[in-house]
């Protein structure tokens, strides 16, 4: 599987845009870009996945680089509920595909 | 609607027992997985299945066993637990991988073996 690569931590004061980088140079033309996160205490939530094109949903955006080997996930007003450990995985559409998860980048949220 | 349920949420073993966790979910998915996590650690993955009936290892298989005898139910054994299996287990379940949707997942069983 194509491994990713992120900081281990980042921090963003609350109500500013926050911009989470992902590297993932080896990334396959079969990978999409999920990104899933880690509230303390709690299972991963799923976040937004894309493939080629950025994505929009109600609780993040994904821009992807033209050349695929990066991504970057955006927050556009973060609140002190986002802090959380942001997992960015590489998903392929094999029969036997799985979710294997890195250690993430910690977001810490600052009043 | 459930999603992902996982029995028991606390335990807490001695060396040498025995043990199933169940995980369930109600979304009809073909795909389950088990995962632990250790603290500060990602999820790493242990077992997973594409199916009811089959059954695949992932990157830390060894000391648990699986079954998948019902597409709904996803359960991981630990034969004779050890020290080194105290961590927290997370399950998830998701469609089938060509559709390449989220995957959801319960809300993990904290495991101490003592």
């Known amino acids: 599987d194509a491994k990713t690569t992120q900081p281990n931590s980042m921090e963003s004061n609350e109500e500013e845009p926050v911009h989470l980088p992902c590297n993932h140079s080896?990334?396959?033309?079969?990978?999409?870009i999920h990104w899933y996160r880690q509230l303390p205490s709690q299972g991963p939530e799923y976040v937004i996945h894309?493939?080629?094109s950025n994505v929009n949903n109600r609780m993040a955006s994904l821009a992807i680089a033209e050349d695929r080997k990066s991504s970057t996930l955006i927050l556009h007003r973060a609140t002190l509920r986002d802090a959380a450990v942001y997992y960015c995985?590489?998903?392929?559409?094999?029969?036997?595909?799985?979710?294997?998860f890195g250690k993430g980048i910690t977001l810490s949220v600052r009043p | 609607n459930a999603g992902v349920t996982q029995t028991p949420k606390f335990r807490v073993l001695k060396t040498g027992q025995s043990m199933t966790l169940l995980c369930a979910q109600d979304?009809?998915?073909?795909?389950m997985y088990w995962y632990r996590q250790d603290p500060g650690m990602g999820l790493r993955l242990i077992h997973y299945?594409?199916?009811?009936?089959?059954?695949a290892k992932g990157e830390v298989p060894d000391g648990y066993n699986v079954s998948r005898l019902k597409k709904q139910n996803f359960l991981l054994g630990l034969e004779s637990a050890a020290p080194s299996q105290t961590s927290v287990y997370f399950c998830?379940?998701?469609?089938?991988?060509?559709?390449?949707?989220?995957?959801?997942f319960g809300q993990g069983t904290r495991l101490t073996v003592v």
């Open positions: 998830a379940s998701s469609y089938s991988m060509r559709m390449n949707t989220e995957a959801f």
């Open positions: 894309g493939l080629t």
């Open positions: 995985i590489l998903r392929n559409t094999g029969a036997n595909s799985k979710l294997t």
């Open positions: 080896t990334i396959s033309g079969t990978d999409y």
């Open positions: 979304m009809n998915h073909e795909y």
């Open positions: 299945s594409v199916g009811e009936g089959t059954t």
